[in-house]
Every structure is written in C-alpha cells, then in structure tokens.
C-alpha cells in the first residue's frame, strides 16, 4: 500500500504541474517591442554603456527568436548579470535611489530577456515593463511623455495576451486591436477611481535622496550670482490665473525665502516656526483673489503675492509672511491665495530688532562708514532709505546678468568699484546699508513679474523671473519693500528683465519676453502650447489630496473625507457596471432574433387576454392557446415547436430562425 | 487536503447541474471566475505602482495604476464573456481498449459575431486542450481520457476554462454530458487460438478437424469472401476473381468459448478471449464467441468484431 500511494502522488504532483508553455515567435517580438518602447526614455539619464547593452541584448534576443537559435548558456548570463550590477555600482556608486534603481531595473530586464523561454519568464518581463513604465512618470509627467506611455502600454498589454500561447490566434495588429479596446473601455472606470480615489499625501516613507534631482529653483541662501544663475533657465516655476482684477506689475512681487542672516557674503533664513493661522496684519484697499499651479521645487515653501492673507490646506505662515507646507512641493500642487497689495504691518518685536539690525562683526568699512553718515544727517530712517537709493540710481551703475567677480569685502568691492551687479548684489548692498544705517531691513527672495499667456487666462513665471528685494522696518508703516534693482533699471519690474538687463543674449529663448524679433511666433506657439500645458497641470497633474477635497466638496457635498469618497467611489462604480450591464441587456435582448420573435408573438396574445405565465414553457403555452382558441391552433403549435427548436433543441438552422419571423409575422390574432 | 475541498466545493456547487443529453449554452449562473496566479502577482504589482504613486506623489502614477486596474477588472468582464453563451455539444467516442485513451470529441459553437480565442475544455486535471472559436462558427476539441477499466467509460464533468485575454483570471464553468465510451477488455494472454472443428458445438475440445483443407475446385468471388481464400494463381490465368470453395460442407467453426479458460478469474479470461477475437479476425477465419448467457455465432468481418468486443466489454457477473 505505501508504495502504490507513493507511486499515486508522483503521478498526481505530475499531472498538477503546469504545462510550460514556450513563447511564440509574435510574443517575444511583440514582447521585445514593448521592453524597448518602455526603456527608451530612460536612454537620455543612463549612462551609455548601459543603452547601449540594452539594445543589443533586445536585438540579440529578436535575433534569436526570428531566426530559431539557442539562448546563451547560463554561465554567460550570470556573467552578465553580475557585470552589469557591478557596472551600476561604479556608475552611481550606490545601488539605491532613483536613478541607480532605474538603471539596475534596465540591467535586469536585459538579463531576463536573455533567458526567456516559458510564460513565466514572459509574465515577469511584462510586469517589469509596467515597472519601467511606471519609472518614466518619475521623470516626467508632461502630456508628450503621457502620450508616449500610453503607447507603450498598449503594446505592453498586446504582448501579455500573447505570451499565453492559447491566445496565439491572435495575429497581425489584432493583439492590438483588442488592448486598444480594452484600455479605451477602462477609461470611464479609471477615472473613477482617479477622481475619487480617496488620496493620501505622500510620502509614506522616506525618499531616496536623489528622488527629485535636478530640479532648478529658489534656494533658501542667497551669494552673489545665486539669483543670476537661477535666471538662465526658462522652466516654469509657477503659472498663477487671478480671479480678481490683475495687480499691475510693480505690484507683482512672489514671495519666497525671506533672508535675515548675513556672514558677510552669504545671506541665510533664520528658522522660524510657522503658525497655522496667518500672521495678522492691517490691510488697505482690496484684496487680491488668484490660485497658484506650482512646478514641483522639491521645497516646502509656497509662492504669494505680498502680502498672503489666507493659508492653503497643510500650510503654515511665519512671522515674515512666508508660506510653509509640511511637507516638500514634489507635485504639481495648485492652491487658492488671497493677497493684499496695500498693508501696514504691526510693531517690531525685540527678536525682530535684533535681527534686523544683525552684521557681520567685520569687514565692508566703507559701506559701514557711508551708512554710519547717513545716520548722523538724517533722523527719519525714510530719507536715509531714499538716499540708498539715489546713490544706485545717481551713481553708474549696471544692471547684468555677468557681473566681475567680487573680493573678500563683497559689499564694498560692489558699491565703489565693480558697480555692475545682478538684483541679489542690489539687494545685498541694500540691507547691508541699511542696517548699517540703523534701519531694521531684510532681504526677500522670489519671483518678480510674469508673462501674461493671453490665450489661457493666467501669468506664467518662469525662473527667469526670479529676483530678490528688501524690505525696511519703518514706523507707522511696519515691514515696507523696497526694490533696489527698480531704482537702477526700472525696466525690471516694468517690462521684465530681458527688457531691463544689460546683456539679454545670455537669457533662454522663452524669458525674452517681447523681445522675441522674428522669431516672435515661435514664441507665440510655446506660449499655446504652454496654455495646454498649463490645463494639464490645473486639471490633472495637481489633483492631488487637497485639489481632491477641494474639487468634491465644490460639488456641493459640503466637505468630504476619505470615508465619504470611498463611499461616493463605490456607488459610482456599482452604478458604472449596473449602466454597462443594462446596456448589454438591452443589445442581447435586441440582437437575438429568436427572443425577439417570441417576444412579439407574446406581446400580441397577451393584448388578447393571453398572457404566458412565468411557469409556462413554450409547448404549454402555445397547447393552451390552441385549446382556448381552435381557429389559432395551427399556427400557435408551429410557432410554439419552432421556438422550442431553436432555443432548446440541438443548433437551430437560419431557416427556422425565419420561419419564426416569418410566422410571428404573419400570425394575427 | 486543498483537493479534498476543492472537490467538495465542486461538488456543492453543481449539484443541481444534471449529465446533458443536449448542447449546453453556458449562460451567466453557471460562470465561474477567480484570479489566477498570475492575476494575484498582478494585484501585488498594482499595490506596488500605488504606493510607489503615493510615496512620490506622481498623479500620473495614479493615473497609470488606476489604468491597468480598470484593464484588469475589464479583463474579468472579457473572460466571462469568451464563456457566455457558448454553446458545447457533445460529440461520440470511438471506443478503445483498456489502457488506451478514448477520445471524446465536442464541438463548440459560437453564436457571437466576434471570434473567442483560448477557450478550453479539461478532463479533471490534464492539461486543458485549447481551441479558438471563429465569429458564428464552430470549432472541435477531443480529450483524451484514460480507459481504465472495461465497459462504458463516461468522462464526467468537464471544466470549460478560458485565460483571456491576459492570463490574470480564469472563467470557467463545468459540463457533464449524457454520453460514453465503449472500453473493450486489454487484449492480454498467452493461449494459442483453439482449434476450429467441424459440426463445432465445440463439446470436444482438442480434436483435430480437418474439413477445410479439402480443395474441392473454385467459385465466383462474392463480397465478403475472405481475402485468404482468394485464389490468386487461378484468377490470374482467367481473369476473374475465384474463391477456393471445399467440400467440406459443415465447415469447421472456431468457437472462443468462456469455458476454455474455466481456471482463470474473470478478467484475465475476458482479456484473453478478447486477444483472440483480434487474432482470428486478424487471420481471417470465421469466429464465433461464447459468453454464460451470450453466444454469438461464427462469422467474420468488422461488424462481427465490434458484437464480440462490445459483449466481453459489457460483460457482466458469470461464474464460469
């Protein structure tokens, strides 16, 4: 007995083991296609040897399935395997974080493509395309990239039909064909889920560093050539659509960083803790309604017109006016802000004295000489403002993006010899005066202006836009900006800066704002095409947790949390597939000729007091009529015999099929 | 211990389904769908593209996971539609020998106007055989299953199975159909053929007959006639085909009795007298079969074959 039900489980463990099923030719083609439509994009951050090593093993590979060949032996692959690990980690010098992590995924891919042989191996390629797909999004989100991943995802589902070999009969474009009409029937639901879907704000945990590399924007210190540097590139920082009258643009200062602390050449934030109510402050005149797409900056602080008088969700102020979200801007984020140009602010505090009036212990003595004059002429710290800025606006000097280098005095070297500088010199020299001079001032950083993209409605500012003021403490009037660069070039805040600076040339084709030449309707088309992009981030990139509470509570739901939208998720989805079943009922219950001929004939006895009964068949039916109404007997028996052919007999043949119309047409109560 | 309760399972859930005598049209109650393996991998990459989403707070990572979940659950809809309304006929089993398979055959109709690809049907747990269904047409499959033991083999019930289009669920439903297979005995034993006699009631056996060696002179051929007795020197000279005839007129019978094998227990009897109808057919001669209750006289050919064969197949009790 032991042995017999030994024997049985060895049968039986053979018999449950699935069959391997060898790839098609078409699979590992249709296959390789989407590998590479996924991995291409990633071509432009990888390093060279490893695009170049993934095409030829996808090519390898095609090669091998076309033309029949054997797969290289194992020892060659491990080889590889460990070789191209080996190539990562020189590479990157790590094997984790983003960008090591897409490189180590696209080594292994062309490893596993070279030893793909079963459905197995097909099913973990396609679910490492989806993986690859997925890594392109890290990278961009822009609609060309969506576009393009839509692509390769139809492909990617084309190959997993048919790596199963019982859906081989699939050919030509046909795997196509059907992901085309599987993804375009998944829509609806997508979205769906896309728009209710409760959101949880990332991240769940920590990042790898190099997450967000290589995003340009604002950082919280500022040295001379900071700002200069930032206003070479055209990228987008944030677009902002205003609900209210346009402020014009001297009126048009983005606060960013606010700078208190200076070592003699670099200026740094004090931390400050931000409050979760907005810092009080006296408004005069009205306000300014307007939202905020912003780009993500991998930063935490948020962009508002001076000064913000109202707090987005998540978001806390410090005392400097400063927006701060609790967690980094690594999203397309979009929020609603209320400003007020015209404000007075309250009294200074002690703290605020302090470190308004903070200098280095050493160095720039002329500067300190200047403003120590400045001190003894003039009693009201208004006129010794003034006189600051005469001394920029009298004397020569340049506004320009390539300003000489400056000596261990910066400030100094600045104000009396160089006299060529960028807004972070002015603004520099400013504060540094003033304070000096006794008067409680800081710097302020952000963006200044912003281009107007009629077609959609709403101000693009792109980090060419960036700029850094002042801002003195005077009384009766609190915390007042002072833009120093506006004395020497009014252009700036005017017309923008490729108007203003000395040397434009060196500004990127999409800051030259009215200055395109030519070339302008090129600018004009980026611009379009910018407006496009604009909605895509309105609409679709920034619908994240907040935009999501916002956008359903706008409904008129009145607030709603996670709970209530899964609630609304599910009944919309349940109402979604009660739609599409009713609507398949409808076209089975039309479509299928016999059902509609007995239908008809039904519908006719039973205007004539006849009604079928629900436990009635066909046969029965069709008896009782005869019997209550002999003249009818006849045709009712032959229809009844037809229908009970065709719906419950061995396959019906077309004929019957018409003979019932043709009866159930004819038939007459 | 899975098994166990997976037969149960099965069990319970078709337990008002009866064995069809008729095409069966799968309609919605009797649709089954879970995911596959595949199909639970899938679900943990699609949690994994959801908090990769999360973590990086990617919109479109959002939109491409919601994709590919919405793709998954339409996937569930297409399966249960390359079953629905399928209609599964059952075609006949030519019969085999035990130890063979018999090869049940079913066509499978499709009322649909688009084609159903990848739809199977399985016999317990062999590998499913696939076919592809075109619009409005029909397509064949036959399944092997094991004869094992002699009689009339049914299969039982059947799994029809679909993985389309992805491969991430499986819809299926189950069949049984009104319908067998003729299982002849294996042809086993090392007896000789019995002796053919003349007059054979085949009371004595080992006596020698010796009637159809005498050559008595030629006759037309006939239909029927058996190949072995065709003159072929003869019907070369005149052109005509000429059957040896013997004068011999009781001819002698081969009678494959029960009672030649008395020692045996039954199935090793039915086997060996099985062996035999193939071998006499086989050499030509005219045969006869004896059963306890069941005597089919001598004769030759396919028809007298299959009567042999079908009656040690059914062969019921007898004690010798």
């Known amino acids: 007995m032991p042995w017999s039900w030994r024997k049985n489980r060895r049968e039986r463990a053979k018999a449950a083991k699935p069959p391997e099923e060898p790839l098609t030719r078409s699979a590992l083609i249709w296959l390789l296609a989407a590998l590479v439509l996924a991995a291409a994009p990633h071509a432009s951050e990888l390093p060279i040897w490893l695009s170049v090593l993934f095409a030829t093993v996808a090519g390898w590979r095609g090669f091998i399935a076309l033309r029949g060949k054997s797969l290289p032996p194992r020892w060659l692959l491990l080889l590889l395997a460990l070789l191209a690990g080996a190539g990562v980690l020189i590479d990157y010098r790590t094997l984790f974080g983003r960008d090591a992590g897409v490189a180590l995924m696209v080594a292994m891919t062309a490893c596993k493509l070279l030893e793909t042989r079963v459905l197995r191996d097909g099913v973990v390629l396609v679910f490492l395309g989806y993986l690859l797909v997925m890594s392109n999004l890290l990278y961009s989100q822009e609609i060309p990239m969506v576009a393009y991943l839509f692509a390769a995802v139809l492909v990617m589902l084309a190959a997993q039909t048919l790596i199963h070999r019982p859906h081989a009969g699939l050919r030509g474009v046909a795997p196509l064909r059907l992901a085309g009409m599987m993804v375009l029937q998944a829509i609806p639901v997508m979205l769906i889920l896309f728009i209710l879907f409760p959101r949880i704000p990332g991240p769940l945990w920590g990042l790898p560093k190099d997450a967000y590399k290589g995003r340009t924007g604002l950082s919280d210190e500022m040295m001379p050539g900071t700002v200069s540097e930032l206003v070479r590139s055209d990228t987008v920082a944030f677009r902002a659509r205003f609900a209210s009258a346009t402020p014009p643009p001297n009126q048009r200062y983005w606060r960013g960083p606010v700078l208190w602390r200076f070592d003699g050449r670099r200026w740094t934030r004090h931390e400050e803790l931000p409050a979760n109510t907005p810092t009080p402050f006296v408004a005069e005149g009205a306000a300014v309604d307007y939202s905020v797409i912003l780009e993500p900056s991998n930063r935490r602080w948020l962009f508002a017109l001076d000064l913000p008088a109202r707090l ?97 005095d910066s400030v100094d070297d600045f104000l009396f010899r ?48 960036a700029h850094a003021w002042a801002e003195v403490w005077l009384a009766g009037r609190g915390w007042a900006r ?31 704002r009215g200055g395109g030449g030519e070339y302008e309707w090129l600018r004009q088309l980026a611009l379009t095409w910018d407006a496009l992009n604009n909605s895509w981030n309105e609409w679709v990139l920034a619908y994240g947790p907040d935009r999501q509470k916002e956008f359903l509570s706008g409904l008129g739901f009145g607030p709603v949390d996670w709970a209530e939208m899964t609630v609304a998720m599910t009944v919309t989805l349940g109402g979604f597939g009660l739609l599409v079943i009713g609507w398949r009922w409808r076209r089975r219950g039309t479509r299928d000729p016999v059902a509609r001929a007995w239908q008809r004939f039904c519908a006719r006895l039973a205007r004539r007091g006849l009604a079928r009964g629900p436990h009635e068949g066909p046969l029965d039916f069709t008896e009782r009529v005869a019997a209550s109404r002999p ?39 | 211990m899975f098994r166990g309760l997976r037969q149960r399972f099965e069990a319970w859930v078709t337990r008002g389904q009866r064995p069809a005598r008729q095409p069966v049209r799968l309609d919605r109650r009797r649709i089954y769908i879970l995911p596959t393996r595949q199909g639970y991998a899938f679900a943990l990459l699609l949690l994994l593209l959801f908090l990769w989403s999360i973590n990086y707070s990617n919109s479109m990572g959002f939109a491409f996971t919601f994709l590919l979940s919405a793709v998954a659950l339409n996937s569930m809809w297409r399966a249960h539609n390359n079953l629905l309304d399928l209609v599964i006929q059952p075609g006949g089993a030519e019969p085999v020998f035990t130890g063979q398979d018999a090869q049940f055959s079913y066509r499978l109709d499709n009322p649909d106007t688009g084609p159903r690809h ?38 039982g019930r059947l799994r029809v199975l679909t993985r389309f289009p992805l491969g991430l669920l499986q819809a299926w439903s189950w069949v049984e159909f009104e319908q067998d297979c003729l299982v002849y005995p294996q042809p086993r034993g090392g007896r000789p053929l019995p002796v053919a006699m003349a007059g054979g009631t085949g009371s004595g056996v080992g006596e020698q007959g010796a009637g159809s060696e ?46 030649l094998l008395g020692a045996e227990p039954i199935e090793p009897r039915l086997e060996q007298l099985c062996q035999w109808v193939l071998k006499a057919e086989g050499e030509g001669c005219e045969y006869g079969l004896r059963l306890p209750g069941r005597e089919i006289s001598p004769a030759s050919g396919e028809i007298q074959r299959r009567r042999c064969l079908e009656a040690l197949a059914l062969f019921v009790g007898g004690d010798g």
């Open chain 2, 118 to 155: 990848g739809v199977a049907l399985q016999w317990r747990d062999r590998s499913p055989r696939y076919t592809d269904v075109p619009a409005q047409g029909s397509a064949t499959v036959v399944l092997a299953v094991p004869a094992e033991h002699r009689g009339r083999l049914r299969p």
């Open chain 1, 482 to 512: 002072v833009d120093p660069t506006a004395a020497v070039a009014p252009g700036r805040v005017r017309d923008g800066l490729y108007a203003a600076v000395a040397d434009p040339g060196l500004l990127p084709f999409l800051a030259r």
């Open chain 2, 214 to 259: 005498d050559y008595a002179g030629f006759r037309p051929y006939a239909p029927g006639d058996s190949p072995r007795r065709i003159a072929w020197r003869a019907a070369a000279r005149t052109d005509r085909l000429l059957v040896k005839q013997f004068t011999d007129q009781a001819r002698p019978e081969l009678w494959l009795d029960w009672r």
């Open chain 1, 312 to 408: 987005p969700p998540r978001t806390g102020m410090t005392a400097s006016f400063q927006l701060l979200r609790d967690q980094p801007v690594n999203e397309v984020y979009r929020y609603e802000m209320q400003s007020y140009p015209n404000y007075r602010t309250g009294e200074l505090t002690a703290a605020e004295r302090f470190r308004g009036l903070q200098l280095p212990a050493r160095g720039d003595p002329r500067a300190r000489a200047l403003a120590a004059q400045w001190r003894e002429r003039m009693t009201r710290p208004e006129d010794r403002v003034g006189a600051a800025l005469a001394l920029f606006r009298e004397q020569a000097f340049y506004y320009t993006l390539t300003p000489p280098l400056l000596g261990a």
């Open chain 1, 418 to 465: 160089t006299r060529q500088g960028f807004c972070e010199h002015y603004a520099s020299a400013f504060v540094f005066l003033m304070r000096a001079a006794g008067v409680p001032a800081r710097v302020v950083t952000g963006y200044q202006g912003g281009e107007a993209n009629d077609l959609g409605g709403y101000f693009i500012v792109r980090q060419s836009d």
């Open chain 1, 631 to 669: 003249e009818l007997a006849a045709s009712v028996r032959e229809i009844g015999r037809l229908y009970a052919i065709l719906r419950y007999g061995p396959m019906g043949s077309p004929t019957d099929v018409r003979q019932l119309q043709w009866r159930v047409g004819r038939f007459r109560v």
